[in-house]
């Protein structure tokens, strides 16, 4: 088992859907971050939280510590929202490599 | 402020052939961190480097190999390549020692072996 698991692994919605991607992890962190990767390859961090909610725009992220879960909210998608969705934690055993789920590849649809 | 920046940002080599790959950080970050992605792979951590020197290395033979300069900026090499190692090599760059900074990341490397 993976220890950073996102779900979905894709999603496929219409414009103006609300959108959540989540993110399960199995060791203590002291840091997620989300990043956005666009099919060209560039990635963008879009949050690093270790606690609560973060906002920003129309993207929110959600962080609940006990129970090892975050969730990435997109409200209002658009297309340019397509493009895959990646999920990384800092774990305590790790020194300074982080732990990076699968992603999750969004395809929002006019 | 200049972003992240990687050259070349694509190139094809052939087998046994060696390649080094150039990440100029953003002004001011002394961490750059280098991961390997392959086709339908999460990203893989290749190793980071702050202040020129080491401070950790992902699961990479030897063949796969790094420094930073004074100036912070880094290059990664391998050497005898092989057709795995076809990918996309991402650099990022923090402020900060260890991935609890925010990162940047450049563009990437595209890296095709034949």
């Known amino acids: 088992k993976n220890e950073v698991e996102q779900s979905p692994q894709n999603l496929t919605a219409q414009e103006g859907e609300f959108i959540t991607i989540n993110c399960s992890y199995s060791?203590?962190?002291?840091?997620l971050h989300w990043l956005q990767q666009h099919p060209g390859g560039g990635i963008v961090s879009l949050f690093m939280?270790?606690?609560?909610?973060k906002k920003h725009g129309r993207l929110i992220a959600t962080i609940n510590i006990q129970e090892k879960h975050s969730s990435l909210h997109i409200t209002a998608s658009h297309p340019r929202d397509s493009a895959v969705y990646i999920c990384?934690?800092?774990?305590?055993?790790?020194?300074?490599?982080?732990?990076w789920g699968a992603g999750t590849k969004l395809i929002i649809k006019p | 402020k200049a972003g992240v920046t990687q050259t070349p940002r694509y190139l094809i080599k052939t087998r046994g052939q060696q390649v080094t790959l150039s990440c100029s950080p953003i002004?001011?970050?002394?961490?750059v961190s280098w991961y390997q992605q392959t086709p339908g792979q999460g990203l893989q951590f290749l190793f980071e480097?702050?202040?020129?020197?080491?401070?950790n290395k992902g699961n990479f033979p030897g063949r796969f190999s790094g420094r930073q300069f004074s100036n912070s900026r880094s290059e990664m090499n391998v050497s005898t390549l092989e057709l795995g190692d076809s990918a996309l090599y991402l650099c990022?760059?923090?402020?900060?020692?260890?991935?609890?900074?925010?990162?940047?990341f450049g563009e990437g490397s595209r890296l095709t072996v034949l």
């Open positions: 939280l270790s606690s609560g909610k």
């Open positions: 480097y702050f202040s020129e020197t080491q401070r």
């Open positions: 990384a934690v800092k774990g305590p055993n790790s020194n300074y490599q982080l732990i």
């Open positions: 060791v203590g962190i002291s840091a």
């Open positions: 990022a760059s923090s402020l900060e020692q260890g991935t609890t900074g925010e990162l940047f």
């Open positions: 002004s001011g970050h002394r961490s």
